[in-house]
T-cell receptor, first 113, second 112 residues
Framework: NAGVMQNPRHLVRRRGQEARLRCSPM?????VYWYRQLPEEGLKFMVYLQKENIIDESGMPKERFSAEFPKEGPSILRIQQVVRGDSAAYFC???????????FGPGTRLTVL | QKEVEQNSGPLSVPEGAIASLNCTYS??????FFWYRQYSGKSPELIMF????GDKEDGRFTAQLNKASQYVSLLIRDSQPSDSATYLCAVNRDQAGTALIFGKGTTLSVSS
């Protein structure tokens, strides 16, 4: 019974490059959430998706960040033209229903040089 | 701005004692409340959730909710050194569920 899967676990990018973070939810879960945890700060909501739909992106920066959850394949969080301030741990969580418990993946640690 | 407040700690308790972690939230419309445990460098792990006023017990853990006071707590009985971690309180952002608002967490240290 696999849990939430994320890859890569660690990602190093130079300023200006693109970062792609992938998340496969738990089996039977169709609700995916992305959160970011900056050093010494709490977890902050970024975006909530269901298959092929962005439900709530109110926590996502307006520029450079985008997310998708296609009909087939994992959810992807894309950060274009990364800057040093994007360095953080990015966590994906999934839930079987919109108001259900959320289970977190292992996270992707992004380092921007 | 909807907020979730926790004492950052550290909260230090001896092995075998009861650890009490507290959390307050600002949005009266919140319906769902969660406690996560996060070890350093790891991802949050769901340990308890509670939706109704009162107590909910699961093994050594008890979650307590008081919606009138906008207060939720977590009790850990017979604390073990392996319980040493940061405990995150999370509250759903609005009545429709969806996103969680997290507190910054309380660091618990259990000494043997």
């Amino acid at each position: 019974n696999a849990g939430v899967m994320q890859n890569p676990r660690h990602l190093v990018r130079r300023r200006g490059q693109e970062a792609r973070l992938r998340c496969s939810p738990m089996k039977g879960h169709s609700h995916v959430y992305w959160y970011r945890q900056l050093p010494e700060e709490g977890l902050k909501f970024m975006v909530y998706l269901q298959k092929e739909n962005i439900i709530d992106e109110s926590g996502m920066p307006k520029e450079r960040f985008s997310a998708e959850f296609p009909k087939e394949g994992p959810s992807i969080l894309r950060i274009q033209q990364v800057v040093r301030g994007d360095s953080a741990a990015y966590f994906c969580a999934s839930s079987p229903r919109y108001d259900g418990e959320q289970f977190f993946g292992p996270g992707t640690r992004l380092t921007v040089l | 701005q909807k907020e979730v407040e926790q004492n950052s700690g550290p909260l230090s308790v001896p092995e075998g004692a009861i650890a009490s972690l507290n959390c307050t939230y600002s949005d009266r419309g919140s319906q769902s409340f969660f406690w996560y445990r996060q070890y350093s460098g790891k991802s949050p792990e769901l340990i308890m959730f509670i939706y109704s006023n009162g107590d909910k017990e699961d093994g050594r853990f008890t979650a307590q909710l008081n919606k009138a006071s906008q207060y939720v707590s977590l009790l850990i009985r017979d604390s073990q050194p392996s319980d040493s971690a940061t405990y995150l309180c999370a509250v759903n952002r609005d009545q429709a569920g969806t996103a969680l608002i997290f507190g910054k967490g309380t660091t618990l240290s259990v000494s043997s």
